[in-house]
T-cell receptor
Framework: ETGVTQTPRHLVMGMTNKKSLKCEQHLGHNAMYWYKQSAKKPLELMFVYNFKEQTENNSVPSRFSPECPNSSHLFLHLHTLQPEDSALYLC????????????????FGPGTRLTVL | AQKVTQAQTEISVVEKEDVTLDCVYETRDTTYYLFWYKQPPSGELVFLIRRNSFDEQNEISGRYSWNFQKSTSSFNFTITASQVVDSAVYFCALSEYSGGSNYKLTFGKGTLLTVNP
């Protein structure tokens, strides 16, 4: 596997279910991100992890719970979601401060298309 | 606050036409980076280019070219001799230093480009 992978690619869940999204990066990066992409809206940054530590929580509801056990893996645990949470959830990774002083390009996974019924 | 505006929501062209995608940004930072990403129907965002605020030279990569004009806060993207495979949503993004060791991207809403045969 190369790049950034995400599983599952598609997920349908009820509002009372608990599920998890998984992201894995094979690029040796030390920062990982969760984004939400809804129809007609810009990409919304949800969480940022640097060296396994959460460094940004963009006012995300507590029904979304991230977990980063190591620099290569990132999870998004979901529980009691609402229909408006249906969206494409994208994971990305980037290298720590380098030639661009931290403004490094992010590499994205293919996303998980989530539908909440 | 940083802001990225992509005024063109959708553009439709015929194959072999040239097309320019507009991007205008706002920032108070003196050092910043601009990016373009492509999102084909598969969903994965593909990195195209990164440009820093001190380098206003235009860049050409094959059929792609970018015009960075600091005076007008614009970073436009031109595809020459468009092809059907260029059909995608294109996002412009601005990198922001958000404190500590954190950097985050602010994305525009994207421009859907459709290239018809």
């Amino acid at each position: 596997e190369t790049g950034v992978t995400q599983t599952p690619r598609h997920l349908v869940m009820g509002m009372t279910n608990k599920k998890s999204l998984k992201c894995e990066q094979h690029l040796g990066h030390n920062a990982m991100y969760w984004y939400k992409q809804s129809a007609k809206k810009p990409l919304e940054l949800m969480f940022v992890y640097n060296f396994k530590e959460q460094t940004e929580n963009n006012s995300v509801p507590s029904r979304f719970s991230p977990e980063c056990p190591n620099s290569s893996h990132l999870f998004l645990h979901l529980h009691t979601l609402q229909p408006e949470d249906s969206a494409l959830y994208l994971c990305a990774s980037s290298q720590g401060p380098g030639s661009a002083g931290g403004h490094n390009e992010q590499f994205f996974g293919p996303g998980t298309r989530l539908t909440v019924l | 606050a940083q802001k990225v505006t992509q005024a063109q929501t959708e553009i439709s062209v015929v194959e072999k036409e040239d097309v320019t995608l507009d991007c205008v940004y706002e920032t108070r930072d003196t050092t910043y980076y601009l990016f373009w990403y492509k999102q084909p129907p598969s969903g994965e965002l593909v990195f195209l280019i990164r440009r820093n605020s001190f380098d206003e030279q235009n860049e050409i990569s094959g059929r792609y070219s970018w015009n960075f004009q600091k005076s007008t806060s614009s970073f436009n993207f031109t595809i020459t001799a468009s092809q059907v495979v260029d059909s995608a949503v294109y996002f412009c993004a601005l990198s922001e230093y958000s404190g500590g060791s954190n950097y985050k991207l602010t994305f525009g809403k994207g421009t859907l480009l459709t290239v018809n045969p």
